[in-house]
């Protein structure tokens, strides 16, 4: 399976964003980037997920470089409640089979 | 509308005993993801079910451990015999048909070997 590489942690503050990267350089054409975030004692959330395009939605945006060997989530505006463990996962042909790693705990100063 | 419901949250249990953990998925939503998290690892699927239907099972250890989705009720891992290395967060998450991204996840169950 192609792996991730996330930093283990960021720290940012409360109303500017937040840019968390991912490094999958072995990738395939095949892969979907998903990202996920995990609260304390809660179960993963989806935040965004891409294959080739930027994506926006509600809750971030998903920066995909041109040769899909990294991707960045961006949190336009960090608040308290977007301290988690994120998690850039790689589908690897089974978007239902996710392999989560360590993640990247991001800590949202007040 | 509720989301995924996982029950017990936390369960403990003796070596030896067995251990029952039930997920309700979503409302419409048909597909059942059972994951685990053991203590400073990342989750890992486990088994991926239909309703009275295991479509992938590539993750669950081979002995001891079973999982259904009956065509009424909620779906059940089952640990038969539960030694302390079964100790961990098992997670369900769901999906309604043809959706391949974007899954509910439930709040988990902790499961303690003593």
């Known amino acids: 399976d192609a792996k991730t590489t996330q930093p283990n942690s960021m720290e940012s503050n409360e109303e500017e964003p937040v840019h968390l990267p991912c490094n999958h350089s072995?990738?395939?054409?095949?892969?979907?980037i998903h990202w996920y975030r995990q609260l304390p004692s809660q179960g993963p959330e989806y935040v965004i997920h891409?294959?080739?395009s930027n994506v926006n939605n509600r809750m971030a945006s998903l920066a995909i470089a041109e040769d899909r060997k990294s991707s960045t989530l961006i949190l336009h505006r960090a608040t308290l409640r977007d301290a988690a463990v994120y998690y850039c996962?790689?589908?690897?042909?089974?978007?239902?089979?996710?392999?989560f790693g360590k993640g990247t705990l991001l800590t949202v100063n007040p | 509308n509720a989301g995924v419901m996982q029950n017990p949250r936390h369960l403990v249990r003796r070596r030896g005993q067995e251990a029952r953990l039930r997920c309700s998925p979503m409302?419409?939503?048909?597909?059942v993801y059972w994951y685990r998290q053991l203590p400073e690892e990342g989750l890992k699927f486990m088994v991926y079910?239909?309703?009275?239907?295991?479509?992938?099972e590539s993750g669950m250890p081979k002995e001891r451990f079973s999982a259904e989705f009956p065509k009424e009720g909620p779906s059940i891992l089952r640990i038969q015999q539960v030694v302390r290395g079964d100790s961990a967060a098992y997670f369900c998450?769901?999906?309604?048909?043809?959706?391949?991204?974007?899954?509910?996840f439930g709040s988990g169950t902790r499961l303690t070997v003593v």
């Open positions: 891409g294959l080739t």
């Open positions: 072995t990738i395939s054409g095949t892969d979907y």
């Open positions: 409302k419409g939503h048909s597909h």
């Open positions: 079910l239909q309703k009275e239907n295991i479509i992938d």
């Open positions: 996962i790689l589908s690897g042909g089974s978007n239902y089979k996710l392999t």
């Open positions: 998450a769901s999906s309604p048909p043809g959706i391949t991204y974007g899954y509910t």
